[in-house]
Nanobody, 120 residues
Framework: QVQLQESGPGLVKPSQTLSLTCTVS??????????WTWIRQPPGKELEWMGAIASSGSYYRPSLKSRISISKDTSKNQFTLQLNSVTPEDTAVYYCARYRSLAETDMDYRGKGTLVTVSS
């Protein structure tokens, strides 16, 4: 059973960097079968795929590409999201997830999510 757990601050000021970590258990980030992914859901809106990291590289949503970075630490079995220059529109519940491909519906495991509010 794969488990994912998000961690990080729940409040970030506008223009600062949002940083979240996902700790994975029951599965290895070194596997070349999966895409370790960040998704988010703003209040009242649909779930949004943000980006992923895999053995083949990193992949980002075009609209976020200038602000987003996803990295991994295989020694800790963790991967991290950094989103720069945040605005209140980045307020959302953020989830880390395991996908079997880059298709936005191909998720098999997801964390419980963490609410991040962008506010001064």
């Amino acid at each position: 059973q794969v488990q994912l757990q998000e961690s990080g601050p729940g409040l970030v000021k506008p223009s600062q960097t949002l940083s979240l970590t996902c700790t994975v258990s029951g599965g290895s980030l070194t596997s070349n079968l999966y895409y370790w992914t960040w998704i988010r859901q703003p209040p009242g809106k649909e779930l949004e795929w943000m980006g992923a990291i895999a053995s083949s590289g990193s992949y980002y949503r075009p609209s976020l590409k200038s602000r987003i970075s996803i990295s991994k630490d295989t020694s800790k079995n963790q991967f991290t999201l950094q989103l720069n220059s945040v605005t209140p529109e980045d307020t959302a519940v953020y989830y880390c997830a395991r996908y079997r491909s880059l298709a936005e519906t191909d998720m098999d495991y997801r964390g419980k999510g963490t609410l991040v509010t962008v506010s001064s």
